[in-house]
């Protein structure tokens, strides 16, 4: 139960498990599209930002060549006085310029739009802010950008650009410049270039780390006077996006497409996209801030997350009902596998799961088997169904009578077995406690239409005295019962003789397996003689006698062949060795005699017992007619319809039935108006007080006078006295068995007996 309680949470975390891995893969894979857009998105803003200003400054560049050569083609051209028309002419068709300049190679500005002051325009070759950019114009052929910085002339943010002007051998005859304003509208300079409130645009200087341009423009001066960034911290900072990227420097550099890289400064993540511009030595980065796209990524992960918690809460539910229904039917399962589905009561495992918990707490105990007394007739008489409501009918009895005790277990063992399991240990109480018990039980009950009356036999064990372990005591106990199934409707108390007689049970049980194979069993005869002396019957008993046992009473190991299976065998070995043995003194004799055959319970019940009958008889050569088959009132008791069915065929076949013991029971006279019986046997206990007992005289008196209304021949046996004989013979008893006749004899000795007077003149035996 504990397994399959963790195999069902288990389940349920591995779900949970499984599912978390998934979301966070679903959660990765949309975190890795966001960023991979914002990224795939400023690579193309760059890319895209990078050719408007190389366009941009390709087409100036084209520009202040064209200026440039036509200058230079005037011989006046460092004239101050001459005006310049051609300048303020592109300055009106494009207003993304402030303004143009020629300046000699020394840096003097000499000839300017007419928008500027000449005179209070600086030398480009001693301003800090232009001397380097002018310096790189004199030795480089292509359009050189400066610093970014402030034209107070013009009030605004001036990105120069200049180019130097040669002679055809090379020689630098002055230097043309002009100026891009910034946020121009509709220019590649103005804060339109940005689509989303969080993009930055950058334009950096690869040759100093001066920032060139920066949108949003909402920034102050000081951005474009000093470096962004310090040669070792711009070293540092490529030797991480290096790694990040897998590529160097030069190997961006020689790229013609952006590449992305995060970013952070002022505390704050970015993604930045860079693409350099290898004639104009600008790297154009288009970035933006984590923040917003965390903000997204977490109004979804919040979506996902309401829906991952949504589904485990409804799946964790579902586990809980699951869980509660697995409870329940574990919790049914592990009733019934420890109670009884019939009576409710406590089944063999239970039993013992109580009796192992009771050893091991090592607490004395008693206790009790309570077995049914011919239960097994009320299920063959009245069928399973009358059998099991009579089952319940005993468990709800022996519930009310000692089922209120906190203290007591009860259990159906099996069958018809009980188990009252018991804190009171005092010998003597606890066995008056059960005759009490059975007492009580003895009542009658109403089942169905039935009113039976039902008796019970209990065995006593204590714990540890009689057993150390659950199986020892009930060994115990069912020893003990054994014992108070012998006087049914009784109490034993185990005692260690019973251990003694359960081991000789053990070894007639082997002994008598090995004889039946081996044949060491013989048969003797006891003569049944009429009034006048004549032999004219013979009764067939067992006998053994065994190697190590010496000679077993036919009582002792008839009894364990009936508990041990090996009746059948035994009553074959009957049957066919009586009829055997009578057929070859029948032969002998000339004349046949009565032959009678205690017949057991076991092979009356057997569906072939009257064709076995038969064949053994035909085999033999025997008239049915001379076999008497000797039955008892226990074997009435379990199923009188199949008994009048077996008895109504062996009599159609000419074979006679005797009631033996017939007066010991509860039920004899009941007895000879149901069944078709030939013959009545007086048991020995009424023969043996006769004399002295005047009931007894009576009763046998009577049964002669009843079997004589019946038309039943009635056989008296135990007759041991003389004075026995002759009083039974005044009772009108025609037929006699017993030791003042003739003891049993081998058949050798019957012959004799038979054959002392060969014209059949009666006998003494003493």
């Known amino acids: 139960m504990a397994a399959l309680k963790r195999n069902l949470w288990t389940l349920f975390w591995l779900i949970l498990l499984g599912g978390a891995v998934l979301l966070s893969v679903i959660l990765y894979a949309r975190w890795q599209s966001l960023y991979d857009e914002h990224r795939t998105y400023h690579q193309n803003r760059a890319e895209l930002i990078s050719q408007a200003v190389n366009s941009v400054l390709h087409t100036q560049e084209l520009v202040l060549d064209v200026i440039g050569r036509e200058l230079i083609s005037n011989e006046q051209m ?58 790189q114009a004199l030795m480089s052929d292509k359009m050189v950008l400066g610093r970014t910085y402030f034209l107070p002339a013009l009030d605004a943010w001036v990105i120069p650009i200049r180019k130097a002007l040669r002679s055809p051998n090379g020689e630098v005859l002055a230097v043309m410049t002009g100026g891009l304003r910034m946020n121009t509208p509709g220019s590649v300079f103005s804060s339109s270039v940005r689509n989303r409130p969080n993009d930055i645009i950058k334009l950096y200087r690869e040759a100093d780390g001066y920032l060139q341009y920066i949108a949003p423009n909402a920034v102050g001066p000081a951005i474009y006077t000093r470096p962004q960034i310090t040669t070792e911290q711009r070293d540092e900072n490529r030797q991480g996006y290096t790694e990040e990227i897998g590529m160097t420097v030069d190997e961006v550099k020689a790229l013609d497409r952006a590449v992305s890289f995060s970013n952070e ?30 903000a997204k990524f977490r109004a979804t992960l919040l979506q996902y997350l309401t829906v991952f918690i949504l589904i485990f ?100 063992l099996g069958g018809d077995e009980f188990v009252v399991v018991s804190e009171n240990t005092d010998p003597d109480e606890q066995q008056r406690v059960c005759e009490e018990l059975l007492k009580d039980l003895a009542t009658n009950m109403a089942i169905g239409r039935l009113n039976l009356q039902l008796t019970a036999s209990a065995g006593i064990a204590f714990y540890p005295g009689h057993g150390d372990s659950t199986s020892k005591l009930l060994r ?50 006891q003569p049944q003689v009429d009034n006048e002396g004549l032999v004219v019957g013979l009764e067939a008993l067992v006998r053994w006698q065994d190697e190590e046992l010496g000679a077993v009473s036919p009582q002792e190991f008839v009894g364990v062949a009936e508990q041990s299976g090996l009746m059948l065998s035994l009553g074959h070995f009957v049957l066919d060795t009586s009829l055997k043995e009578y057929a070859e003194l029948r032969e002998k004799l000339g004349h046949g005699l009565d032959l009678a055959i205690n017949i057991s319970v076991i092979q009356f019940e057997q569906p072939q017992f009257v064709k076995e009958v038969m064949h053994l008889l035909h085999t033999h050569q025997v008239p049915p007619q001379e076999l008497v088959l000797e039955i008892t009132e226990s074997l009435v008791m379990t199923n009188v319809d199949q008994v009048l069915n ?121």
Request: hydrophobic share 40%.
């Open 78 to 135: 460092f004239d101050n006085s001459q005006q310049l028309p051609l300048l303020d002419n592109i300055l009106a068709v494009d207003k993304s310029m402030l303004g143009f300049g020629l300046a000699r190679p020394d840096g003097t500005l000499v000839r300017v739009s007419s928008n500027l002051d000449l005179s209070k325009l600086p030398n480009l070759r001693t301003q800090p802010e232009s001397a380097a950019s002018f310096e």
């Open 265 to 294: 400064y002022d505390g704050e993540a970015y993604i930045t996209a860079a693409i350099f511009n290898r004639r104009y030595q600008l790297w154009t980065l288009s970035e933006t801030s984590l923040t917003p796209l965390k």
């Open 313 to 412: 809460g409804v799946l964790y539910a579902l586990f809980r009902v699951i869980h509660r229904a697995e409870r329940e039917r574990r919790e049914e399962l592990l009733y019934h596998s420890c109670h009884d589905d019939l009576t409710g009561l406590l089944n063999r495992a239970g039993l013992f799961q109580v009796l192992d918990e009771q050893v091991e707490r090592q607490h004395s105990f008693c206790l009790v088997i309570i077995n049914i007394d011919h239960f097994k007739g009320i299920n063959d008489r009245f069928g399973q169904d009358i059998g099991d409501e009579t089952l319940v009918a005993f468990s709800d009895q022996l519930t009310a009578l000692c089922g209120t005790n906190p203290g007591n277990h009860l259990a159906r």
């Open 476 to 525: 115990s106990a069912h020893l003990a019962l054994y014992r108070a199934k012998n006087n049914r409707n009784s109490v034993s108390l185990y005692r260690s003789e019973m251990e003694m007689d359960y081991l000789r049970q053990l070894v007639v049980e082997q002994r008598l397996r090995l004889a039946l194979t081996d044949k060491h069993l013989h048969m003797v005869y």
């Open 646 to 766: 077996t008895i109504k065929r062996l009599q159609d076949q000419g074979i006679r039935l005797s009631m033996d013991d017939f007066g010991t029971g509860f039920s004899s006279l009941s007895l000879l108006r149901d069944l078709p019986l030939n013959e009545l046997k007086v048991d020995k206990s009424f023969v043996d007080s006769m004399l002295d007992d005047p009931r007894a005289a009576n009763m046998i008196r009577s049964i002669i006078f009843i079997a004589q209304s019946h038309a039943m021949d009635v056989v008296v046996e135990g007759v041991e006295l003389q004075a026995q004989a002759e009083k039974l013979m005044s009772m009108g008893c025609r037929r006699f068995q017993g030791y003042y006749f003739s003891r049993p004899e081998r058949l050798e000795r019957i012959l004799e007996i038979c054959t002392q007077d060969s014209r059949g003149m009666p006998f003494k035996a003493h």
